[in-house]
């Protein structure tokens, strides 16, 4: 009797229940009005363009080779080290020059006692004209011989073209040098530009002088450079065509780097809102418009981002009055005050 109890009420009390019918819902709680700051939409200029990709480099580059045939005896420098011009870099070991200078100057001292002695016989009239102009020839063509020797000596020991830092280094002591294989090279990092193969179709209105906009991801800066040559003939292949523009001088710049140069096309206007007006939910975006005092959610399309602003493409018309400080904090219909 005792079990039945507990059954017994719980069926009378939803007994009770359907005879009243179903019980009352809820009654909706009104939303609080908050304050908020606004902000109109409005149209700003903008300029439409094209993003084409090139690479810093040094407007100065050497590359520094060896005249002669040699062995690398002496390396002065390394990647990274800074040389003026003129500074010796590279000394080389060529024991065919060095032996052709030491006949050459043994003649020369040879041909030198014998132009003496020819003067001082002439001068006393005791020797031909024939034979002095003989040892006057002589001695000319072995001073000759010790010159070239000479030259030719002065080219194992290789100096800097050019003053800046030395960015490769490919050779060591023992390796053996050639003619027109470089040995090192040299770069002028304090003055820099930017090389950017530019399509043919952009490239007609680019002229020297013109001042374009060049953006370096690395830095996150957007700096100014002056066009200073345009390539007159085009890449059969890609069909583009080679800009150079010098760029500021700045620290932190390296050879090497990564730039991208804005091309302008057309100028238009562009809606935009605050940054701070939109509100991402998952893949969309969206913000709130105050109307009548009330703010409404309103689902957007977003273009470009313009500094502070983004651009609307759809969704949003000009001067509509949008939630500025922590829109997410709102909902749908809720009312608001403007500030």
């Known amino acids: 009797m005792q079990r039945l109890l507990p059954t017994l009420t719980l069926s009378l009390f939803f007994l009770t229940a359907c005879q009243h019918g179903e019980p009352p819902r809820p009654a909706m709680v009104a939303l609080p009005k908050v304050v908020v700051q606004v902000a109109a939409a409005r149209l700003v200029s903008r300029v439409d363009g094209d993003e084409v990709v090139g690479t810093v480099r040094a407007r100065t580059v050497s590359a520094v080779s060896a005249s002669v045939m040699g062995t ?25 020059i060095d032996a052709k200078a030491e006949q050459a100057r043994a003649r020369f001292l040879q041909a030198e006692i014998n132009m003496k002695r020819a003067e001082g016989l002439k001068a006393r009239e005791a020797m031909a004209s024939s034979t002095y102009d003989t040892a006057n020839a002589e001695f000319r063509v072995a001073q000759a011989a010790l010159s070239e020797a000479e030259v030719m000596t002065g080219y194992t020991v290789i100096r800097a073209p050019v003053a800046g830092v030395v960015t490769e280094k490919l050779a060591d002591v023992g390796d053996l040098a050639l003619p027109g294989r470089p040995l090192l ?12 193969p530019v399509p043919e179709a952009n490239a007609a209105s680019i002229h020297a002088g013109d001042a374009l906009q060049v953006r370096i991801d690395a830095l996150g800066k957007q700096l100014m450079a002056s066009v200073v040559e ?13 800009v150079k523009l010098d760029l ?35 893949q969309l975006d969206t913000l709130f418009v105050v109307q009548n005092d009330t703010a409404k959610l309103r689902l957007v399309r977003t273009g470009r981002t313009l500094s502070d602003a983004v651009e609307i493409l759809a969704g949003l018309s000009e001067r509509e009055l949008v939630v500025l400080d922590d829109p997410a904090r709102l909902r749908d219909g809720q009312p608001v005050e403007s500030r």
Do not use: C, H, W, Y
């Open 248 to 282: 500021p001088k700045d620290a932190s710049l390296r050879s090497g780097m990564f730039g991208r140069l804005l091309l302008s096309t057309q100028a238009d206007a562009a809606l935009t809102v605050p940054r701070s007006a939109l509100v991402r939910r998952g």
């Open 230 to 242: 345009v390539n007159p003939t085009a890449d059969p292949a890609s069909r583009t065509v080679v």
């Open 72 to 96: 690398v005896r002496e390396l002065r420098v390394a990647v990274g080290s800074r040389v003026r011009a003129g500074d010796v870099l590279v000394r080389l070991a060529a024991g065919e």
């Open 185 to 196: 090279v040299i770069e002028n990092p304090d003055v820099l530009r930017l090389e950017a």
